[in-house]
């Protein structure tokens, strides 16, 4: 069964306190991995696709990985406005143009100034 | 902004009552996607329509059903409603794999 799970459920930083934010994932055949961020009461914002072991991507802060296994969400010098809730999920091949979207249930970061 | 907007933002039912919520998708955006979110949980997929026809759905009962329309609008509609369907309902859209969502719809269900 495809399956996420993502680690730890809830992370509290200092400003500035660098840390990383895992999603381990089982899939049958990986199209691709996908990092959201979530505000409260919120729909996801998108931040990052991966596709391949090796591939990373990076967007102000933030820095996502990939493995075989798993992925990490590397957060570097966090201020305040980075909390939020992280949510990793996968998308096989299912078919149809898309495919649905596996979820874990995601990181909760807390950032204090 | 991702251009994809739900109706309403909140909604309480009772139930058994039957409810529909919309959704717009970005113009171009053939796929459409309807997810469910309950308190504290990930997203889970509810099913998926391509260009107006369902081609994939998740482990949910027949009473959740969907149309997908020619001007990227959409609705999710869920009859006999318990308990247990309130959650934040999300709907998602793309052109490729990656899928952007709309805010969301809160359903209580008392």
């Known amino acids: 069964e495809d399956q996420v799970t993502q680690s730890p459920e809830a992370l509290r930083l200092q400003e500035g306190e660098s840390s990383s934010l895992n999603c381990s994932y089982t899939?049958?055949?990986?199209?691709?991995l996908f990092w959201y961020r979530q505000d409260p009461g919120k729909g996801p914002e998108f931040l990052f696709t991966?596709?391949?072991a090796g591939e990373e991507k990076e967007k102000e802060r933030l820095k996502a990985t990939l493995t075989k296994k798993e992925s990490f969400l590397h957060i570097t010098a966090p201020k305040p406005e980075d909390s939020a809730t992280y949510l990793c999920?996968?998308?096989?091949?299912?078919?149809?143009?898309?495919?649905?979207?596996?979820f874990g249930k995601g990181t909760k970061l807390s950032v204090k100034p | 902004e991702t251009g994809v907007t739900q109706s309403p933002t909140h909604l309480i039912k009772t139930r058994g009552q039957q409810v529909t919520l919309r959704c717009s998708s970005q113009?171009?955006?053939?796929?459409v996607s309807w997810y469910q979110q309950a308190l504290g949980q990930g997203p889970q997929f509810i099913f998926q329509?391509?260009?107006?026809?369902?081609?994939g759905r998740g482990n949910f009962p027949p009473r959740f059903s969907g149309l997908q329309f020619p001007n990227y609008s959409s609705e999710l509609n869920v009859n006999a409603l318990e308990l247990d369907d309130s959650a934040l309902y999300l709907c998602?859209?793309?052109?490729?794999?990656?899928?952007?969502f709309g805010p969301g719809t809160r359903l209580t269900v008392l």
């Open positions: 329509y391509y260009r107006e026809e369902e081609n």
């Open positions: 113009s171009g955006h053939n796929t």
């Open positions: 991966l596709y391949s």
């Open positions: 999920a996968v998308q096989g091949y299912y078919g149809g143009s898309q495919g649905n979207l596996i």
């Open positions: 998602a859209s793309g052109e490729t794999d990656t899928q952007y």
């Open positions: 899939v049958s055949g990986l199209r691709g």
